[in-house]
């Protein structure tokens, strides 16, 4: 993990919450991400009522699994996915119910390539910081880059200044 956020209650207190970015995470959804924690009001409550984290998918047009209808969105060229569902145990969380679902999103140019980044999210993560992720993700805004992710080709659209 390159970036790992998390909220505590008292400083010995374990994790409320935690986020975990890889090191390939685009900086925009990391910077929506720590743009919505820094602006927060209270960020060691999870449930937000009217917040669901999916809906930028939803409205962006982003296929859902069949298999998985509602939990599972597909980016519309299948590179990238956000699930909510069952999470590794080693994301950490403060919730003492065993098996609470969370976020993972993962990009990769490939079902046989390893993912080119992942982001985890806590099933106590504010919904709002997962919905600040998930908007910055379906943002259909041309991002400025030096370089090219590896292996992306043929999977982007290059727009040159003019």
Known sequence: MLWEFFARTDP????????????????ELVTAFATALATAP??????????????????AHW?????????TYY???????????????????GNPLPGLPGYLSWAQTDDHLPHHWCAAFSPSTPQNLVTAFT??????????????????????TISLPR
């Open 12 to 27: 010995t207190a374990p994790p409320q919450w935690t986020a975990y970015f890889t090191a390939r995470v685009p900086h």
């Open 42 to 59: 209270d960020v060691t409550r999870g449930i937000e009522p009217g917040c669901i984290p999916l809906q930028p998918l939803a409205d």
């Open 63 to 71: 296929s859902t699994d069949p298999t998985d209808a509602g939990n």
């Open 75 to 93: 980016a519309p060229k299948l590179q990238a996915w956000v699930t909510y569902g069952a999470l590794s145990e080693a994301i950490e969380d």
């Open 135 to 156: 908007t910055a993700l379906a943002d259909p805004a041309p991002v400025p880059r030096s370089a090219l992710p590896e292996g992306s080709m043929g999977h982007i």
